[in-house]
């Protein structure tokens, strides 16, 4: 009888190391997944400059003429004070100004060109002795003479010819009725509400306007170049007429270089001026007038120390210094950069502006960082380096710092 021998049992494996290298392996992978594809942590930025009212001073008293009106105002500043205005009154010659403007609209000139040829014509000749024969301001012409077009605007804005004024309307218009109505609706675009065109040359009584509306033609009259270049010339040469002088004695004076005077008895002395300098680096076109002085002697003699008092109540208000550290930006993996502006947005304004800076801040480690803003202007805050991102080894070693960033 054979005796059986048991069977041996292989002894079992246990899985669970494997398990738990695998849930390690997992929770690892899981770990590492999430602090590279996480957010990195925001930087954290320290800026000089804040949100708030900017100092821009208060306003220096203008020693204004004792009768007649007046104001001030600036190019690209728009009308800045006033005194003493009410109901529009006569502007005498000053008008011519905005006979000029539309002139420049209808038959557009550039510095350096004479533009078209103006035949005098028997009209033109007549329309000389009639202005002669009322005592206005003439400029002599005959018939068979030609004039320029750049001429004429000489004569009508330097010796301040009416005749001249009613033939460049004829020439430009057709008649001065027709220049009239254009005019009109040319002021309206302009924003110009409270003046009124009863004729070219302003010698009419029926032609008036307030110191703040003749400010808005004059600043839209210095942005034709060749209208600025003429009413700063102190003299022309005109066909038959010879040398003519401009009647703007007023001219080098204060740095003023323009505009236009009117002188009737209706009107009184009336001076439209302006004056150029250079504030803090920018360029400043003050520009005033008077109206209602007892002489155009008055109008004259008051204007250098409007203009003076004008400029001293422009200031400079710092929006935020350009290309020089406003502040930092640190990230939490050890890297700073400087915060810059990229562009000046420093202004000079009118004593006593309002003027706010808002500065809002977007952190990023490269790029624009914030925005700084001052009244219409704005600039974006940059960082003078950009930063790196963080490194693998940094994400994995600062868990708190991800996820609390």
């Known amino acids: 009888m054979s005796m059986q021998l048991p069977n041996p049992q292989k002894p079992k494996r246990s899985h669970k190391g494997l398990i738990v290298f695998i849930i390690i392996f997992c929770l690892a992978g899981a770990y590492v997944g999430a602090m590279l594809l996480m957010p990195a942590p925001t930087p954290t930025m320290a800026l000089t400059v804040t949100s708030g009212d900017l100092d821009t001073g208060e306003e220096v008293d203008m020693e204004w003429p004792n009768i007649g009106s007046a104001a001030i105002g600036a190019a690209n500043y728009g009308v800045l004070t006033t005194n003493n205005e009410g109901e529009a009154t006569p502007t005498a010659s000053i008008a011519k100004v905005i006979l000029a403007i539309a002139i420049m609209h209808k038959e557009p000139l550039d510095v350096g060109e004479t533009g078209s040829t103006i035949t005098i ?7 000389y002795n009639s202005e002669l024969a009322q005592n206005g301001s003439v400029v002599p012409v005959q018939i068979g003479y030609d004039l320029t077009e750049y001429e004429a605007l000489q004569a009508l804005l330097l010796p301040s010819g009416n005749n001249i004024a009613i033939t460049l309307a004829n020439w430009a218009f057709g008649s001065e009725e027709e220049y009239i109505k254009y005019a009109t609706n040319m002021l309206e675009e302009m924003g110009v509400t409270n003046t009124t065109v009863a004729d070219a040359s302003g010698y009419s009584p029926s032609t008036v306007s307030t110191p703040s509306d003749l400010i808005i033609i004059g600043q839209e009259a210095l942005t034709y ?8 010339q102190e003299s022309a040469t005109i066909p038959l007429a ?5 009647v703007n004695s007023d001219l080098g004076q204060s740095d003023i270089n323009g505009i236009k005077t009117g002188n009737t008895d209706e009107a009184g002395g009336c ?3 302006s004056a150029t300098r250079t504030i803090s680096g920018k360029q400043i076109t003050l520009i005033g007038a008077v109206q209602k002085l007892e002489t155009l002697s008055d109008a004259l003699s008051v204007a250098p120390d409007l203009v003076d008092m004008g400029f001293e109540n422009f200031v400079y208000a710092e929006g935020v210094p350009v290309s020089k550290s406003v502040g930092t930006l640190t990230t939490a993996w050890g890297e700073t950069s400087d915060v810059i502006a990229k562009d000046d947005i420093s202004q000079v304004v009118w004593s006593g502006t309002s003027l706010t800076r808002t500065v809002t801040t977007s952190p990023a480690i490269s ?3 914030g925005k700084v803003t001052v009244g219409n202007y704005s600039t974006d805050l940059i960082l003078k380096t950009d930063l790196s991102k963080p490194s693998i080894i940094w994400r994995l070693t600062h868990p708190i710092d991800m996820i609390s960033g």
Request: glycine share 8%; aromatic share 12%.
């Open 271 to 273: 001076f439209l001026f």
């Open 242 to 246: 010879g040398t003519v002088y401009n």
């Open 367 to 369: 790029g624009t960082v």
């Open 121 to 127: 014509t028997s009209e033109d000749e007549d329309l």
């Open 225 to 232: 170049p060749v209208l600025a270049e003429i009413v700063n």
